[in-house]
């Protein structure tokens, strides 16, 4: 019992990891039905701009809450200027390609940044200085540690976020309407190739975040951490139904549960395994995913 | 039409700008303080690359090149006169016969490489079979590699059965594996298809890593035994082992025609056709009596047989193998293959696979830089160059990529 | 009625989809006021002089000017703000966007929340139907409700020449005589410019004062509205007589 909730503690500070990462991809592909590959390597860099933010500014003498704060602050600022950078050399240009054409650029573009990240940050193992929050409490029985409460605070306060912006303002108004009739939303007067960066931007301010509470939880980054999980995020973003924001944090949810808990009571080597499974068992069986709209490609 | 050159020299500062401020954060801020030199010096040297090719661009928008149009013209013609006058056979000879002397011409370095680009032609012609022809994205295609690779080597170690008794049964193996894995992907969309065939190339490399009782894990397969031949010796035939590189050339180009022929065959068949029109336009194929699940399934099953033959062969050359070797990159990097030489067409992944593997062992001394230079290239091809490097004829659009 | 300057103004327009040339030397003159209907059979190329007008589609050659300024060439996106407002064939409502948020998008690029509420009740009353259903998505409506929702949305951006494309199409009588009433009382009321185009020729021609007739990409004939009706090429042609 106290093992379960254990598990469960620990899988929703996964799940939570996963639906940030999962909200880039599937507002992505909500916009220009494009798998962004090179958005696992955005929540890389994020988990290496948090190591590096964090570094100095602990050297520099900053309270650890500062430092927390200010680096998530800026490291989702990079990384939003990197994928808007990424969108504007690599997509826009093929906007009017066949979508294999975007696919593969996306993919370039994916070992582009892995490889890039190596280049300039080594190929080893980055520890994160997780000395600066320590200890925990108990809850029933399982060990709930502060890391875990920042972690959960912070990706709820930004889904939270999100779900205002998305569903309660006139630019998330402009990025659905894109989302579902590009022509139409131009003669609105809607520019849509703006929205369409906002949108990577925002997709990727989140994957940053992802990024650095990854590195505080596991205590280390490394530069191909991105591949595993963007699959894995993918895949839950396929799972609540690809295009739907509240699906996504659903399936990422559900897929970081699954995850903890098949590591926990089936076996810990083939974890990776099951979110694999859970993708195709989806797709094969319910395309839609479980919030899914009409995704077959009848939008007029 | 021509953008202003004030906005293109505008855009590139833009775009200068905000490279730095990408790159200096991950260059220079260090705990022991900030620093600006390494990353300036970088900076330096992509904005004055960036600058020169712009500015080359410009005088080519600006017509500063045409003189050389008319004597590259004239080249490019005087050119196809000489080689269309050499009949194809012709031409296939000379190659035949350039690959049948390069080894008694070259020494072992290029022997190694050489076996190296043939493997990767065999699976670079065996994934065209799926991307190319039948329009099927596939990013798991090096797990039949895999699989070819883990039959041999455990009918080897554990059976002793020879490398050309095992080559149909990988084949065979690797088919199978294509069915599995093509049966629950048929009926999804394009770009589903590509993150389940990840997802299933990850499966099978997890499953090899960690099913220790069967593959012994990462630690490998050791003690795979290389081809056998009977060779005329003495007046009698003996046995012999292939082990020496000129010879499992030999055995690696064998295969590497028979494959050829064998995806040049099917190009020009009926089935060939049939997976050219899934590819064009599922809806009209399936109208005109085409049973488009079947051909899918097909397509994966071959495309996965010559994955398996060129696994066998590798574990047979290595006389080793891990799941190392079958990584999503290498798959990753058998699609650059054949989207760089021009998806559906022969000559284009052949080409290829050379410029590939070959290029980057010339440039030894910048291994680190070459998935990166490979990354970025992939993307500007899809800019520049988006049907490869030497296009097939007959390309059209495939049906999902309308709107 | 002299008419000064016209409102919109194509100067030999040629658009093409690719290689193949869809419109080609089309020139028409709209003046403030005025409704005028540009009918034609299916394929003529009417919504394509529209989607050039609006930018969505760029013309190969020719020139469209509007309010005084050369248009052709710019982002589409850049019209409504300066009035210029199209409710495009086959209405195209958000469909997963609730009827007001269907109608705040109208007004995007708009800031004054005061004038927003205003054109927005004003739709509501043009349209009560819509106001029981603000909440619900565009995509659950009836057809006539959606062709409703699209003409409040381009209300709401306040435009100065509205494009209208087949307003009538799929609709039932009933519903197309209260549309063509409201189109009347937009032109009347608000001195709103508008441009209609119809494959009801009949209809389209008894509410407008001029017209054009596109045939396979040309303008064949121009004339008076009232003259294009008693055209007997026309009523053999369009009128089905």
Known sequence: MEFLLQQLVNGITLGGVYALVALGYTMVYGIIQLINFAHGEIYAAGGYMGVILISWLFSQGFPPAVCLGAALVLAMGYCAMLAMAVEKVAYKPLRQSSRLSVLLSALGMSIFLQNGLMLTQGVYDRAYPTEMVQGGFEFGGAVVSWMQVIIVGVTVLLLVALNLLVFKTRIGKAMRATAQDKTMSALVGINSNRIISLTFAIGAGLAAAAGIMVGLYYGSVRYDMGFVPGVKAFSAAVLGGIGNITGAMLGGLIIGMIEVLAAGYISSEYKDVFAFVILIAVLYFMPTGIMGENVDDTRV | ?403 | ?241
């Open chain 3, 1 to 241: 009625m002299t008419k000064a300057t016209p409102i919109l103004e194509l100067k030999n327009v040629t658009s093409a989809y690719g290689r193949i040339k869809a419109i080609s030397e089309v020139s028409l003159k709209v003046y403030p006021g005025e409704v005028v209907s540009i009918i034609g059979a299916n394929g003529a190329g009417k919504s394509t002089t529209l989607m050039s007008i609006c930018g969505v589609l760029k013309p190969v050659s020719g020139e469209v000017w509007y309010d005084g300024a050369r248009i052709d060439g710019l982002a589409a996106d850049l019209l409504p703000s300066r009035g210029l407002c199209q409710v495009p064939e086959g209405r195209r409502i958000f469909p997963r966007l609730t009827v007001e948020e269907n109608l705040d998008m109208g007004a995007f690029f708009r800031t004054d929340k005061d004038g927003m509420e205003h054109d927005k009740n004003r739709v509501f009353q043009m349209f009560p139907i819509l106001l029981e259903r603000r909440k619900q998505h565009g995509g659950t409506l009836s057809g006539g409700e959606q062709q409703m929702l699209a003409m409040g949305r381009a209300l709401m951006s306040r435009p100065k020449l509205l494009l209208l494309d087949e307003p009538s199409l799929g609709l039932a009588p009933l519903i197309v005589q209260q549309i063509f009433r409201i189109i009347q009382e937009i032109n009347e009321v608000d001195g709103v410019t508008v441009v209609l185009v119809e494959q009801n020729a009949n209809l389209a021609l008894k509410s407008s004062s001029r017209g054009y007739v596109l045939e396979t990409g040309n303008v064949v004939m121009e004339d008076d509205a009232q003259a294009l009706l008693a055209n007997p090429a026309i009523r053999a042609a369009y009128l089905g007589e």
């Open chain 2, 1 to 403: 039409m021509t953008i202003r050159a004030s906005k293109l020299w505008l855009g590139y500062g833009l775009a200068m700008v905000w490279f730095y401020f990408l790159l200096w954060p991950l260059m220079g801020i260090k705990p022991e303080g900030l620093e600006f030199q390494t990353s300036l010096a970088v900076w330096g040297k992509v904005a004055a690359a960036s600058a020169v090719l712009l500015a080359l661009y410009q005088l080519k928008q600006g017509g500063a090149f045409r003189f050389l149009e008319k004597p590259a013209q004239a080249g490019a013609e005087a050119l196809a006169a000489v080689t269309g006058r050499v009949p194809t056979w012709l031409a296939l000879c000379v190659v035949a016969g350039a690959a049948v002397a390069f080894p008694f011409l070259t020494e072992r370095y290029a022997h190694d490489v050489a076996i190296s680009v043939l493997v990767y032609i065999i699976l670079g012609l065996g994934l065209n079979v799926v991307v190319g022809l039948a329009g099927l994205l596939d990013l798991g295609y090096i797990a039949f590699f895999g699989v070819g690779a883990y039959t041999y080597a455990l009918m080897s170690v554990h059976f002793g059965l020879s490398f050309w008794l095992c080559l149909p049964i990988s084949g065979c193996f690797a088919a199978i594996a294509g069915c599995i894995i093509g049966y629950p992907t048929l009926r999804m969309r394009g770009d589903y298809l590509a993150i389940v065939t990840l997802g299933f190339g990850e499966i099978v490399r997890i499953v090899i890593n960690n099913w220790m009782s069967l593959t012994n894990g990462p630690n490998g397969i050791l003690g795979i035994k290389a081809p056998g031949a009977y060779w005329f010796n003495k007046g009698s035939f003996e046995h012999i082992w292939l082990n020496n590189l000129e010879q499992l050339y030999f055995v690696i180009l064998g295969l590497a025609v028979f494959t050829i022929v064998a995806v040049y065959r099917l190009n020009y068949s009926r089935i060939g056709r049939a997976f050219e029109a899934v590819r064009e336009d599922q809806t009209a194929a399936e109208l005109m009596g085409v049973n488009t699940l079947r051909l899918k399934l097909l397509a994966y099953a071959l495309g996965a047989v010559f994955g398996g033959l060129a696994g066998t062969f590798f574990a047979a050359r290595m006389k080793f193998v891990s799941p190392e070797s079958f990584t999503f990159i290498e798959s990753a990097m058998v699609l650059a293959m054949v989207v760089l030489g021009g998806m559906g067409s022969i000559p284009g992944v052949i080409l290829g696979s050379l410029a590939l593997i070959a290029l980057p062992e010339v440039f030894r001394g910048f291994e680190l830089y070459r998935m990166f230079v490979f990354g970025g290239v992939m993307a500007v091809m899809m800019l520049f160059r988006p049907r490869g490097l030497w296009p097939a004829k007959r390309m059209g659009v495939r049906s999902e990529e309308k709107d």
